[in-house]
């Protein structure tokens, strides 16, 4: 049974190729207060393209993970517009969305959260499996009844990421770095057309976070457009096609890794300057 689903899962196209440069998100004037409390993003602005790398940075508390929860719509804005443009040429606004249609945006946009969040008692198989929920009717989800197509798939993506030997152990026994790859592949089984990850390669050790940000790169290439939240600025400039930088709730900088000056830098981060050129720091 194994055998025959990996030679499924060999013959699928392990991702889609759209290699074209659309636009599909276009964001205005967006901003975000918790509560009745100050904002903390005001008059966000920028378009995203399919295939893009785009790393978010900016320091604690600059408003990283509320942009891209909003983005996702786990959080709602406060105003502005999120459009988002389907291949078929419709518009929608992420920030106006019902149950239903937010259901579907979710499908499409996936997020990888900062603490995984995975069911820990369930296998990294099921865990991923997971991910098709979304498209699955309400009954289906509840037996957890999956097709074998989506099997293959699973197994596919997770034989991708050297994850297949520990397809049926426990999520909750996993290092932190083999989490991260299953909550990759449970983001993509989705079939997303934006992947958001907040934070992939904190805590992980150099070869998991190479590992990690290799799969993201490959991930955009085959034209998913990725936002990455790093804390390291080196890895930015090695792996992100374009760099937002964050400060106090406002884009103070849109542009190319290589573009980012010390004084750019200075702006986002201050006095922790310093500490940027350590690719591991969270
Ligand atoms: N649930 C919440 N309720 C109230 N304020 C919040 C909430 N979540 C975040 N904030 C505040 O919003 C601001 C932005 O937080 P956010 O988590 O987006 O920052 P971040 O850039 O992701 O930081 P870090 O790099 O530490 O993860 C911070 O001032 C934070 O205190
Ligand atoms: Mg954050």
């Known amino acids: 049974m194994a055998q025959a689903l990996l030679k499924i899962a060999h013959q699928q196209q392990a991702?889609?190729?759209?290699?074209?440069?659309?636009?599909?998100?276009?964001?205005?004037?967006?901003?975000?207060?918790?509560?009745t409390q100050a904002r903390v993003l005001q008059d966000i602005n920028f378009d995203l393209h399919a295939g893009e790398l785009v790393a978010v940075i900016g320091r604690s508390g600059a408003g990283k993970s509320t942009l891209l929860h909003v983005l996702n719509g786990t959080l709602p804005?406060?105003?502005?517009?999120?459009?988002?443009?389907?291949?078929?040429?419709?518009?929608?606004n992420i920030v106006e969305l019902n149950t239903r249609q937010m259901r579907q945006w979710r499908s499409d946009c996936g997020m990888i959260f900062q603490d995984f969040c995975l069911v820990p008692r369930l296998d990294v198989l099921t865990n991923v499996l997971l991910g098709r929920l979304s498209q699955t009717s309400t009954l289906k989800s509840f037996f957890k009844i999956f097709t074998d197509e989506d099997r293959a798939r699973a197994i596919g993506l997770?034989?991708?990421?050297?994850?297949?030997?520990?397809?049926?152990?426990?999520a909750e026994n996993l290092s932190g770095g083999q989490m991260q790859r299953v909550a990759i592949c449970r983001a993509l089984m989705q079939n997303p057309k934006i992947l958001l990850a907040d934070e992939p390669v904190a805590s992980l050790d150099p070869k998991n976070t190479r590992r990690i940000m290799d799969v993201l790169r490959q991930v955009s290439g085959n034209g998913i457009s990725v936002m990455v939240?790093?804390?390291?600025?080196?890895?930015?400039?090695?792996?992100?096609?374009?760099?937002?930088?964050?400060?106090?709730?406002?884009?103070?900088?849109?542009?190319?890794?290589?573009?980012?000056?010390?004084?750019?830098?200075?702006?986002?981060?201050?006095?922790e300057n310093s500490q940027l050129n350590d690719p591991h720091h969270a």
């Open 15 to 35: 991702l889609p190729h759209e290699k074209h440069r659309a636009k599909v998100l276009a964001v205005q004037g967006l901003g975000k207060a918790y509560g």
């Open 77 to 92: 804005a406060s105003e502005g517009a999120v459009l988002h443009f389907n291949e078929d040429g419709k518009q929608q």
């Open 158 to 170: 997770l034989e991708w990421l050297n994850m297949l030997p520990q397809a049926l152990q426990r």
């Open 229 to 271: 939240n790093l804390h390291s600025v080196e890895l930015v400039k090695e792996y992100c096609t374009r760099a937002i930088g964050v400060a106090k709730g406002r884009i103070v900088f849109d542009g190319h890794p290589s573009e980012l000056t010390d004084d750019h830098l200075h702006l986002l981060y201050g006095d």
